[in-house]
């Protein structure tokens, strides 16, 4: 992977970390030239294209998140057979390696990092995003002590993966909430116990719940009380405690509301506030609570021992119940799954995708299920009104009478246009591409007001809506325009009169060449580079064909009149090289013009002032 170009546009650097689900690479955004984070999916999750699809969505719709605490994902794309993410890039460490090398954290620092994660995951659950995976190992902090929270919405495309994939979930399991563990929806609370986990563990430098397996850590999340965080670390306040403990209470109902209630007690925990925090007891563990307890692998076997060597105490009767329930399964074998003993396959989920909202609420009805909306995005794929994803996927098993949750599509994502005028082509480009637009057609016209190469309209007009990837048309500027005329005849002029005339119209006589001619006598312009009536303007450059004489025997017949009157003076000449225009001048009365007539052979030389022959003269 080490220096492809992804996209022809992100060239990868170096490797920075690895998951269960993904590879994450140091690389360079080559068009605006930053650095930035790759997070390239495994080969397993890419051969499941309805997992890649969830996965492409849940990603656009964190990338909709903006904020100080959260990782920004900029971009979402495809090369070939490879899934990708680009992401902010972070340069710091995660906070899972800051507690392996601190052990605890100390409480004023804990309270601090903590309040950020609060502020960050507040804002995506305004934004009805919940992220379902809150670990230290996707809280980053970097250089200045910001934190940052990422891998938002990527859980929920990984738990919708095959059991084949559910190696990248077991990962998680330490921080899983009891409803996750269920196999229930896991809605904002779940995000709230998973960051009491996290909390647990930077106090006291280890995790609440561990086991042989991820079976056994998920069943005591949902029917274990773990060790208070105080008699690990004396340190901490008690105030700190209930925080911790309101936050992993097994019913949902009994955690805290929201983020910023969290993060509004531990401020005033920091400002040694007294405050009241209300803990309730852990309801007692109902064994029937495990009918929808989740799937992790067929290929996992149940945990060998949860009555490990350890002080013994009273074994209450739901206790029993659940030993020889899992004495049970130990009997009929590990080929059984945890699944097949546990869930009851009542109903099988619908496929609502792409159907109206209305024809959704139908078919599930008919399943005894109900549908509710959580949320409504804009989708480039799926028409307005139609559903883009439920949850659970089609084909799941589970209780009827349960809610299947949809997200409606809003139609095509739209933009608002960009301000390119003024800008190159090349800055405009930049600017529509940060936009997810493209350049459409591009004309040149010429422009006073802008120089050569500047935008100076663009189709549509700035701040219009439109879809993503419309293309929007440029004009581009030429410069002002040019003050073009016809080219003047110089043909017959003597060189110097020739040249005055060139200075006269503008234009810059460029170069001279001298050729041998029977028709004109020498220094008398013969040839023309513009033509005559040809399109110039000022600056033009003009070359000139000039006589060296004749080629052959020829004759000059002096010619002097005085005139008496004012007028324009013609000499033409007519020889065995035909006739022509020797000269052409306009002059005053009594001027005096002598001119040397070149002719060949018998020739008749005539002078005109204005329409009248004033001169005529016969050669031989």
């Known amino acids: 992977m080490i220096g492809k170009n992804l996209g022809g546009r992100y060239q990868i650097l170096s490797p920075i970390g690895e998951g269960g689900m993904s590879v994450v690479y140091k690389a360079k955004d080559l068009l605006l030239s930053r650095l930035v984070a790759v997070k390239v999916l495994r080969e397993q999750f890419t051969s499941d294209n309805e997992f890649v699809k969830r996965f492409r969505r849940e990603a656009q719709a964190a990338a909709s998140l903006s904020h100080a605490n959260i990782v920004g994902i900029y971009d979402v794309g495809q090369d070939e057979n490879l899934y990708y993410l680009v992401m902010e890039y972070i340069e710091g460490e995660n906070l899972k390696e800051i507690i392996k090398e601190k052990g605890m954290i100390s409480q004023e620092e804990t309270i601090y990092i903590v309040k950020q994660i609060c502020d960050a995951l507040e804002h995506a659950h305004k934004n009805d995003l919940v992220h379902r995976d809150i670990k ?8 200045e002590g910001l934190i940052k929270v990422t891998d938002f919405g990527i859980a929920r495309a990984v738990s919708a993966a095959t059991v084949t994939h559910t190696k990248g979930i077991l990962g998680s399991v330490h921080y899983f909430s009891p409803e996750q563990a269920k ?9 709230i116990y998973s960051l009491g986990i996290l909390l647990y563990e930077m106090i006291t430098g280890q995790l609440p719940f561990e086991g042989d397996s991820p079976i056994s850590i998920a069943l005591q999340h949902i029917q274990k009380d773990p060790i208070k965080p105080r008699e690990i670390n004396p340190n901490i306040n008690q105030d700190l405690e209930n925080v911790i403990l309101k936050c992993i209470a097994k019913d949902s109902n009994d955690r805290y509301e929201s983020f910023s209630n969290i993060k509004n007690d531990l401020q005033d925990i920091h400002e040694g506030k007294l405050i009241q925090i209300e803990v309730k007891e852990n309801k007692k563990f109902d064994t029937n609570s495990l009918e929808n307890t989740i799937v992790f692998s067929d290929k996992l076997e149940p945990n060998k021992s949860i009555n490990n060597k350890k002080k013994k105490k009273k074994i209450k009767p739901t206790g029993y119940a659940l030993i020889i329930f899992i004495g049970l399964i130990l009997l009929v074998g590990s080929t059984w799954s945890f699944s097949k003993l546990f869930i ?4 099988i989920v619908p496929d609502v995708q792409n159907l109206t909202v209305s024809e959704g609420k139908r078919l599930l009805k008919d399943k005894k299920l109900n549908l509710e909306i959580k949320n409504e995005i804009e989708d480039d ?14 084909d799941a098993k589970i209780k009827s009478k349960r809610t299947v949750m ?4 809003k139609g095509v994502s739209k933009v608002l246009v960009p301000d390119i ?5 090349a800055e405009a480009e930049i600017r529509l591409t940060n936009k997810e637009l493209e350049i459409g057609e591009i004309t040149n016209e010429y422009n006073d007001e802008y120089p050569i190469g500047r935008v ?8 219009d809506e439109v879809t993503k990837n419309s293309k929007i048309d440029l004009v581009i500027s ?3 325009r040019p003050n073009f005329k016809s080219m003047i005849s110089l043909i017959g002029l003597d060189l110097n009169v020739a040249e005055a005339r060139i200075l006269e119209q503008g234009l810059v006589l460029s170069g001279v060449t001298k050729k041998p001619s029977n028709q004109y006598g020498e220094n008398i312009v013969f040839e023309q580079d513009p033509a005559v009536g040809g399109r110039v303007k000022a600056g033009t450059k003009v070359n000139l064909i000039i006589s060296s004489g004749t080629a052959n025997n020829s004759s000059e017949s002096k010619v002097a009149v005085k005139l008496t009157r004012p007028g324009n003076l013609i000499i033409e000449v007519s020889d065995a090289n035909g006739e022509r225009e020797v000269y052409n001048e306009q002059h005053q009365k009594d001027d005096v013009i002598t001119k040397n007539v070149t002719y060949n052979g018998q020739a008749t030389i005539t002078v005109y002032l204005d329409d009248e022959i004033i001169l005529q003269k016969n050669e031989q």
Request: aromatic content about 6%.
């Open 183 to 191: 196999g229930e929806i896991a809605g904002h609370k779940s995000d």
């Open 381 to 394: 794929e799926v028409p307005e009104g139609r559903i883009i994803s439920q949850d659970p996927l089609p």
């Open 344 to 347: 009851k396959q009542d109903v």
């Open 421 to 425: 005028v003024g800008y190159t082509e």
């Open 478 to 480: 030429k410069g002002s």
């Open 456 to 463: 100076i309209n663009q189709y549509p007009r700035f701040e």
């Open 136 to 143: 230290p190992h996707n809280i980053l902090i970097n250089k």
């Open 406 to 409: 949809v997200i409606v599509s």
